[in-house]
């Protein structure tokens, strides 16, 4: 099943894919402009990786101190980072280079405190699409934490499905793509994740216990490249959803 948080009429409602947009709880069909997209499901906390496929550590190699071998680069994020399907994210004045990040976002179902490989994917309650932007000219080294490259506000975007996890028969062997302004400019598949999603859950309960809501962005292959003022920035995993932002400017922003 997939589901969607949207606000619509002064309300906040769950929503399903419906043949002309979708379909509110109580019955009404939308068009997909009509509503407000919120983040499909209640985000505990955010969980990223940074590269997390061999071919984004091999697009990245010049400016990396860390290789494939590594353990995971983790980080987390704020809640005022999020927004959902259709929202706008501010490119900021004067940067060189911002890209798009399209990611499997992995949503925790249920506590995991040390759990094997072997358990992990029952602690899985479902999958959403999400950006993951950047903004690398903040990025300096290994010592100083990126927070303003990942944790700006409206700079991660999730949605618009949350889809259950018994209906992905294999998270592990889905396309992604980005297209800008329709164009192509990323393609993968998660076969291709350097650590897998039971390795992630593994890794990371053995330290920090995960709740239900957290959810884990499992990182982006290779294919990024700058996006302006303007762009319509789509990122796509089969079997997942279509998500849909626009970069803007400062000036809405009143800056």
């Given at each position: 099943?997939k589901?969607?948080r949207?606000?619509?009429?002064g309300?906040?409602?769950?929503a399903?894919?419906?043949e002309?947009?979708l379909?509110?709880a109580?019955?009404?069909?939308?068009?997909?402009?009509?509503?407000v997209?919120?983040?499909?499901?209640?985000?505990?906390?955010i969980?990223?990786l940074?590269?997390n496929?061999?071919?984004?550590?091999k697009?990245?190699a010049k400016?990396?101190?860390?290789?494939s071998?590594?353990?995971?680069?983790v980080?987390?994020?704020g809640?005022?980072?999020?927004?959902?399907?259709?929202g706008?994210t501010?490119?900021?004045?004067?940067v060189?280079?911002?890209?798009?990040?399209?990611?499997?976002a992995?949503?925790?179902g249920?506590?995991?405190?040390q759990?094997?490989?072997?358990?992990?994917?029952r602690?899985?309650?479902?999958?959403?699409?999400?950006?993951?932007y950047?903004?690398r000219d903040?990025?300096?080294?290994w010592?100083?934490?990126?927070?303003?490259?990942?944790?700006r506000?409206?700079?991660?975007?999730?949605?618009p499905?949350?889809?259950d996890?018994?209906?992905?028969?294999?998270?592990?062997?889905?396309?992604?793509r980005?297209?800008?302004?329709?164009?192509v400019t990323?393609?993968?598949?998660t076969?291709?994740?350097?650590d897998?999603?039971?390795?992630?859950i593994?890794y990371?309960?053995?330290?920090m216990?995960l709740?239900?809501?957290?959810v884990i962005?499992?990182?982006?292959?290779?294919?990024?490249v700058n996006?302006?003022?303007?762009?319509?920035?789509?990122t796509?995993i089969?079997?997942i959803?279509?998500?849909?932002?626009?970069?803007?400017?400062d000036?809405?922003f009143?800056?």
């Amino acid at each position: 099943m997939k589901t969607a948080r949207v606000a619509y009429a002064g309300a906040l409602h769950e929503a399903h894919p419906h043949e002309r947009g979708l379909q509110l709880a109580d019955g009404r069909v939308l068009a997909e402009h009509e509503v407000v997209w919120l983040p499909p499901f209640e985000v505990g906390t955010i969980i990223a990786l940074g590269l997390n496929y061999a071919d984004h550590v091999k697009e990245l190699a010049k400016e990396l101190t860390v290789t494939s071998k590594d353990e995971p680069l983790v980080f987390l994020k704020g809640p005022g980072s999020l927004i959902g399907h259709r929202g706008v994210t501010r490119r900021p004045r004067g940067v060189a280079f911002m890209h798009y990040e399209c990611e499997l976002a992995v949503v925790i179902g249920k506590t995991a405190r040390q759990v094997s490989r072997g358990e992990a994917m029952r602690h899985v309650a479902g999958y959403t699409v999400c950006n993951d932007y950047a903004v690398r000219d903040f990025l300096e080294n290994w010592y100083r934490p990126n927070l303003r490259v990942k944790n700006r506000d409206g700079g991660t975007v999730l949605g618009p499905w949350f889809v259950d996890a018994a209906d992905v028969p294999d998270p592990h062997a889905l396309a992604l793509r980005t297209r800008v302004n329709g164009v192509v400019t990323q393609q993968g598949n998660t076969c291709d994740m350097i650590d897998d999603i039971p390795a992630l859950i593994e890794y990371l309960s053995g330290f920090m216990t995960l709740q239900p809501g957290d959810v884990i962005l499992t990182g982006t292959p290779d294919g990024v490249v700058n996006v302006n003022e303007g762009d319509e920035v789509v990122t796509e995993i089969d079997g997942i959803g279509r998500l849909v932002n626009t970069i803007v400017g400062d000036e809405i922003f009143g800056r």
